[in-house]
């Protein structure tokens, strides 16, 4: 749970610091005041990257070239820890208590989870096949605690294999190549299993949740690993000898294009509602709603796995209709024993059946002020 949140040359808000309350937190103004921005720093400090496109410069208030984000962070049955990010002259540093660490490490070493919902993530369903992946990827990374080390792995394997691809004169190469597959299969063959374990993990929540919706509300979650032969394996020994057969069997072609394309980073994540699939065929309303139930299901997760994830809500009443607004803002009471971040224009279904139940702030040109 966050206690204090500050923020220092960040896009438009001002140098302040806030408060929030322990349960829901309502970011009230008109558009354009800042209220995504205050979601957007809490997310960097969990992630060390925005849910937004752009780079680190782009975070700077106009005219700016540095910023700084420092939360408070109070977790269950333990001091509180004291997270900063600073990013000047073009480089990042991350603290936690004081002790300076990797900038993609400080969240995690401080205990902090965060899930969110977008407009940009809500993208990532009728996005391309990296982003149906990522969107997946940021749910397991949240729920499973050993994942994001794993995934980090392979992928420096996987840099390391490709650069090998474009130096086939290498001395040694055949060696050198032998060791990198090795790498990539075992670290690959856990990546997909462990995929595959969570994504039937999430179906069922969703589901679940899906029955207090109105209507027929089926999201379905469809994972395919990128393989033939060997993709449907349920046993980590021969799902790695598969993956490694897969990796020799296309080094010819490889080394052509010059990049691995056999393995999880060439997986198939699709979603569907009711049998549709949401990329071509679902409408903005229809993701929505799948990403909202997507987000219940990520948080009831992470209770059972002994996390309180603080969770990110923008514009979610904006997008679906009155009676499926009313019945996400009622899906919030799912979130009690979390701390949530949602903002509001002050209109709509989230604020009617919430008001009277948050803390809210409202923002204007920058600034949080508590409201009366």
């Known amino acids: 749970m966050l206690t204090k949140v500050s923020t220092y040359g960040f896009r438009n808000l001002l140098d302040q610091e806030f408060y929030p309350a322990a349960g829901l937190n309502i970011l009230l103004g008109e558009n354009a005041q800042g209220k995504t921005n205050v979601l957007e720093a809490i997310y960097l400090l969990r992630h060390a990257r925005s849910f937004r496109p752009g780079g680190l410069t782009d975070?700077?208030?106009?005219?700016?070239?540095?910023f700084a984000l420092a939360a408070m962070i109070q977790l269950?049955?333990?001091?509180?820890?004291?997270?900063?990010?600073?990013?000047e002259n073009g480089k990042r540093k991350a603290t936690v208590n004081g002790n300076g660490c990797a900038t993609s490490q400080g969240s995690l070493r401080s205990g902090m989870r965060v899930c969110g919902l977008f407009p940009e993530t809500v993208a990532w369903l009728e996005g391309t096949a990296s982003s149906q992946r990522r969107y997946l990827d940021q749910m397991i990374v949240n729920i499973d605690g050993t994942y994001l080390p794993l995934v980090r792995a392979f992928h420096h394997a996987l840099a390391q294999r490709n650069a090998l691809l474009k130096m086939s004169s290498y001395p040694g190469w055949d060696l050198a190549m032998e060791s990198w597959e090795e790498k990539l299969a075992s670290l690959g063959s856990r990546i997909i299993l462990t995929r595959r374990f969570w994504a039937a993990a999430i179906q069922k929540r969703v589901a679940l949740a899906g029955k207090s919706w109105p209507g027929d509300v089926r999201v379905e979650i469809s994972y395919t690993p990128s393989g033939e032969d060997w993709a449907g394996e349920d046993q980590a020994e021969e799902l790695q000898a598969g993956l490694?057969?897969?990796?020799?069997?296309?080094?010819?072609?490889?080394?052509?294009?010059?990049?691995?394309?056999?393995?999880?980073?060439?997986?198939?994540?699709r979603f569907f509602n009711g049998g549709v699939d949401l990329k071509p065929c679902g409408s903005r309303g229809e993701r929505w709603l799948a990403a909202i139930l997507l987000l219940v299901a990520e948080v009831s997760l992470c209770r059972e796995a002994g996390y309180s994830p603080i969770v990110l809500?923008?514009?979610?009443?904006?997008?679906l209709d009155n009676c499926r607004a009313a019945s996400a803002a009622l899906l919030v009471e799912k979130f009690e024993c979390c701390q949530v971040f949602a903002t509001s224009l002050g209109k709509g279904a989230l604020w009617a059946v919430c008001s009277g139940k948050s803390q809210v702030f409202e923002v204007r040109q920058g600034q949080l002020r508590t409201a009366a």
Do not use: N
């Open 59 to 66: 975070y700077c208030r106009w005219g700016q070239s540095a």
């Open 76 to 87: 269950e049955g333990e001091a509180r820890q004291d997270l900063r990010i600073l990013f």
């Open 244 to 269: 490694a057969a897969g990796l020799r069997r296309c080094r010819p072609e490889e080394k052509r294009y010059g990049a691995t394309l056999v393995g999880p980073h060439r997986d198939r994540v």
């Open 313 to 319: 809500m923008d514009e979610i009443e904006a997008e």
